[in-house]
């Protein structure tokens, strides 16, 4: 587009528009190598059976379409947000020099916006509209038709509209908090969003609920097929109307986007910072990094999202009079904000050089790194242990909240410095994000399966006590004490003599980003089919694994009546056991296949070799 700043009238807004288009295809194009071509075609499929399942809900159960079109609306709207504010690949700071108005810009961005498959994978799922029209005579074909690209425009512009707004005002703290919150709480309506819709279940509700979904953007379709011919015309003028009100606002959110840009998206600090403390060794980077805790909104926004997450969880489940998960409150809390700081050195950029070159500073850091996450971390999960157990009157939780709280806390400090330093993912230093304070610039496939394996190994390091509570309860809190100790201890003495020996390397990751590797197999040398089926396994297979085998298998040996949503303890006791076993069996097969394919590549192409 540099011929676009040459002297001479503005570009109009096709030509502009088109040029967006270009750019953001041949930008896909580029990155379409290794994890992130199987990511996509995984997800591209898993979208296309989504979509066509909300076609196949419009023929044989048309009475749910408005739920499940506000599903999709929900995903544009959340998705961005469980992203870190979702993928830009054409940044609006990049056309501030560009001789053209915002409003301009904004419209070109948005041409761009529909450049991807997310669109398309909508665009067929839209297209239920017209086939829920059809039961209403050719007229609702045309209508559902015309209300196709209405709605799925409206979708787009509502989801980048929400992501400028928190790009905007999320400049200080409470802000920060606030989104988390929100997300925490979004993720936990999307696990068990059910129970309070089961408790204010009835005809009533079944009325409201209705009209609700029919409110909602996502609903106007459905609302204007259903409605008379002059009336249809009118929903679908209306909904025209809100496109150019939410572009003229976008346009504005972005002008003021690139002006806040150059300052990183923070405002600039008020008054004399507080020295730091007279200290030296652990203790000060402890100090250091409690600071950067308190300031950093990406950090402040994943803690918020992991508190929230585990306290509305139980919360949503204690609306059907099912109390067992709050005992646990604590626990979750730890697991998840474990989860949510596995990439601790990745998240600070190159500042490792500052540790680097201060002789001896590896063991300091990293111990001064758990010590204050545990700072960070273990008040409220302490709190929300005790707290949740005395309130839920679940006498029998006690041996397990105190032997599994020191337990997980201790592996949490350890489990996450050291994938901090084995398994860190480069990200933009945090004065250099730019107009998104909430993105840290890395790699968001490869966060994601960092948070995956935080949130495998953090419980595993609870066995041993768990282990000691079966068969003696309260010997398991003495056994959940030293398992701690040890986890932290272990985990981080491994992680500061790696950092001794690998310092360099991890400096030169997070500044230039990983090597490349011909000649090494990878995921990515698969066929196509077998890296789909890699990517699935890895994604899905936790769910027989975990919730639907080990969780009811536990639950069945300590006689718990609760249900849940568990399926084993639905069928009849009979089929209970076999149903368990079957669940562990399909999980543990989805992790054999996605490790042990990848596994004969390699050892196929050193045979050849």
Known sequence: MAHLLTPGPPPGLPALARHMVRMRLTLMR???????????????????????GTIAVAVLWPVHLPLVLAVWLCGWVFGPIFTGGGSEALRPEYFSMLPVPPRRIAAALLAGAFAGP???????????????????????????????????????????????????FVRSRATAATVGIVTGTAIALCGNGWAPAVALGGADTASWSQVLV????????????????????????????????????????????????????????RGTPRPLPATGGARIVAAKELRAWWRDLVRIQLLATALSYAVVTPLLLVTIDVWILVPFTGLITIVI????????????????????????????????????????????????????TLVSGQTWAWPWTLGLLPALLGGGAGIVVLLAVTSLVPGTDPHRR??????????????????????????????????????????????????GALGAWGFGRIAYR????????????????????????TTADLPVRHRIGVTICYAVAWLPLFPQ???????????VEERVWFLALHLPP????????????????MYGYAILIPMRLNSSTSAVR
Do not use: C
């Not at 500042?351 to 001896?360: E, N, Q, S, V």
């Not at 001794?500 to 000649?519: Q, V, W, Y």
């Not at 009979?574 to 097969?589: D, N």
């Open 30 to 52: 580029h990155s379409l190598r290794g994890d992130n071509a199987s990511n996509l075609y995984t997800a591209v499929l898993f979208g296309l059976v989504m979509a066509f």
């Open 118 to 168: 997310a669109p398309a994978v909508n665009l067929i799922a839209l297209l239920s509209l017209p086939v829920y029209g059809w039961r209403f005579g050719p007229a609702g074909v045309l209508i559902g038709l015309a209300a196709v690209p209405a709605t799925l425009v409206t979708m787009v512009m509502i989801s980048r509209v929400v992501v400028a707004l928190i790009g905007l």
């Open 214 to 269: 029919r409110v909602l953007p996502s609903g106007w379709g459905v609302a204007a097929v259903e409605a008379p011919w002059p009336l249809a015309l009118a929903v679908l003028a209306a909904n025209a109307g809100v496109i150019a009100l939410l572009l003229a606002v976008w346009a504005s959110l972005l002008s003021r986007r690139v002006v806040s840009a150059a300052r990183g998206g923070v405002p600039p600090r």
């Open 337 to 388: 904000a474990a989860a949510s700081s596995a990439n601790l050195y990745g998240a600070d950029g190159t500042a490792l050089w500052l540790t680097l070159m201060t002789p001896g500073a590896e063991r300091a850091d990293v111990r001064g790194r758990q010590l204050a996450w545990l700072l960070v971390v273990g008040p409220a999960a302490v709190v929300l242990s005790l707290g949740g």
């Open 434 to 483: 730019g107009g998104n304070p909430l993105s840290t610039g890395a790699d968001e496939s490869a966060e994601t399966g960092l948070a995956w394996l935080v949130l495998l190994a953090v419980p595993a390091t609870a066995l041993p006590a768990a282990g000691a509570i079966l068969l003696d309860p309260w010997a398991g809190v003495a056994t959940g004490v030293l398992t």
């Open 498 to 521: 790696r950092l001794e020996r690998h310092g360099t390397d991890l400096l030169t990751l997070m500044k230039h980003g990983p090597p490349p590797k011909a000649d090494k197999p």
């Open 549 to 559: 085998g080990l969780v009811p298998m536990v639950m069945k040996i300590f006689g």
């Open 574 to 589: 009979v089929w209970q056991w076999p149903t368990i076993v079957f669940m562990i069996a399909l999980g543990l097969l």
